[in-house]
């Protein structure tokens, strides 16, 4: 999704306060048959490679940090996704928000 998207999340909307233009990766799934095969990252690149032509700067998300989720920080950390805040909600949910300049 781009800054102009029609999408009410607590975590789109906080970046959406910060960056005039974004794009936002909200989830990716990967059946855990799938796992280590190298799809995700391979998802990744093809959105970094479409969103830079496309005339973005940046490509955002989220990751859970409580309760933690040390497979996904691992991993869009490894594809150079730097945190920039972070967010508690009730509840005891924690994100962790992450930017990956392009």
Same mark, same amino acid.
């Given at each position: 999704?781009?800054?102009? !998207?029609?999408?009410? !999340?607590? /975590?789109?909307?906080? %970046?959406?306060? #910060?960056?005039? &233009?974004?794009?936002? +990766?909200?989830? *990716? +799934?990967?059946?855990? !048959?799938?796992?280590? =095969?190298?799809?995700? #990252?391979?998802?990744?690149?093809?959105?970094?490679?479409?969103?830079?032509?496309?005339?973005?700067?940046?490509? +955002?998300?989220? +990751? /859970?940090? @409580?309760?933690?989720?040390?497979?996904?920080?691992?991993?869009?950390?490894?594809?150079? %996704?730097?945190a *920039?805040?972070?967010?508690? %909600?009730?509840?005891? =949910?924690? @994100? &962790?928000?992450?930017? #990956?300049a392009?």
């Amino acid at each position: 999704m781009d800054q102009d !998207s029609d999408y009410h !999340s607590p /975590n789109f909307l906080w %970046f959406k306060a #910060r960056f005039d &233009r974004f794009a936002y +990766v909200d989830r *990716i +799934v990967i059946a855990a !048959s799938a796992h280590g =095969k190298g799809l995700g #990252r391979a998802l990744y690149e093809r959105m970094f490679a479409d969103a830079k032509a496309a005339g973005f700067e940046r490509i +955002v998300a989220e +990751v /859970n940090a @409580v309760p933690p989720n040390p497979t996904s920080l691992a991993f869009h950390e490894r594809l150079g %996704f730097a945190a *920039i805040g972070e967010q508690a %909600f009730d509840g005891g =949910k924690t @994100v &962790r928000y992450f930017e #990956r300049a392009l």
